[in-house]
């Protein structure tokens, strides 16, 4: 199936290799979207503020917030998984939910009939932190559209580990 990538979007430090990059499968559904994230954030960095600040000023969508405030899916599934050696991402959602995970676990989130949620980098305010991780967009099938959202995590953190496997060995 032919990928198309669409131009990155820099985000914080655009200048250090910060990006977002969306990818679509279009003759491959039922995806919808493969997206690369890779951030990261320290306390000493100069320029940081006046990033925050210039995004503010210009209503840029997540730039002032380091993640992105609550808003709403329907009617597809999303697999975040976030790599090995990576900081938090925080997540809170209209099912009750509040979670953060961190490297080596993902999420894996049914939006069914509809769920609010939001999603923000791990920061800390005494060391750099980073974050690197990927989410698979998935169009649900037209029976399972209106299915009760739900939301699972899975990882060594959680109650649903899993043990990868390297020439045969678990």
């Not at 979007?9 to 919808?32: E, Q, T």
């Not at 099912?95 to 953060?100: F, I, P, R």
């Amino acid at each position: 199936a032919e990928v198309q990538q669409w131009p990155r979007i820099p985000v914080w430090p655009s200048w250090a290799g910060g990006r977002v990059i969306p990818m679509g499968l279009p003759d491959a559904d039922p995806f919808l979207l493969v997206a690369h994230h890779k951030h990261w954030f320290d306390p000493r960095d100069p320029l940081r503020k006046p990033f925050k600040a210039f995004g503010k000023a210009l209503s840029l969508p997540y730039v002032d917030v380091e993640g992105f405030p609550m808003h709403p899916h329907r009617g597809f599934d999303i697999l975040t998984y976030v790599l090995d050696g990576s900081d938090g991402f925080r997540h809170r959602d209209s099912l009750g939910g509040s979670q953060t995970y961190a490297g080596g676990s993902a999420q894996w989130m049914r939006t069914g009939a509809g769920a609010m949620h939001e999603e923000f980098w791990e920061t800390r305010d005494d060391r750099r932190t980073s974050i690197e991780l990927f989410q698979i967009w998935i169009n649900l099938p037209a029976a399972q559209k209106f299915d009760p959202p739900s939301i699972r995590y899975l990882g060594a953190d959680f109650a649903a580990p899993w043990k990868e496997r390297v020439d045969g060995e678990t």
